[in-house]
């Protein structure tokens, strides 16, 4: 993936009975950082973008659990000149009251990091959600010596159907 000068290679390894991510940052020729990091979970995705609009990359790894509820996660990092920041998502599980069971679909979009997933009414099974479709963006902001993903809670929005 790229960002302007930037080129990052991101590859995902599953033993069985454990997963790792490795991870690649270049600015130019120049080798920025390289890492490992045991992940819990199932690489499903990544996305390099500028959520905060600094002009400094940002990774973000979108993992999915294992079982039936395929709960969405995301790590990231943003590259800054002299280090590698931490981004952490904030107010990140859903509560079961909302109707969230998992099936979350991931992805950036424009500033956002946008989250989407089948409400369950109760009594719905798993494969058969019937409480619409919810949407939650989330922005990024500096906290810090951290970055986080806050959501926009005025923008969470439910869609009816299935």
Known sequence: MTFNIYNFQITASDTGTSAEVAIQARRGSLLLTAFR?????????ADVAD??????PEIYIYLRSTGTGSFG??????????????????????????GYMGHDSLWTESYILCRK???YASGDANA?????????????????????LEPEKSD?????GG
């Open 37 to 45: 990091l045991p992940v819990d979970g199932i690489v499903v995705g």
């Open 51 to 56: 959520l905060d609009n600094n002009r400094f």
């Open 73 to 98: 996660q995301v790590i990231g990092w943003q590259f800054l000149p002299d280090r590698r920041v931490d981004i952490l998502p904030t107010d990140w599980p859903m509560p079961a009251a909302t």
């Open 117 to 119: 997933f089948p409400v």
């Open 128 to 148: 058969y959600p019937t409480g619409g479709i919810q949407m939650v963006r989330y922005r990024l902001k500096s906290a810090g010596q951290v970055y986080v």
């Open 156 to 160: 969470a929005k439910k869609e009816q």
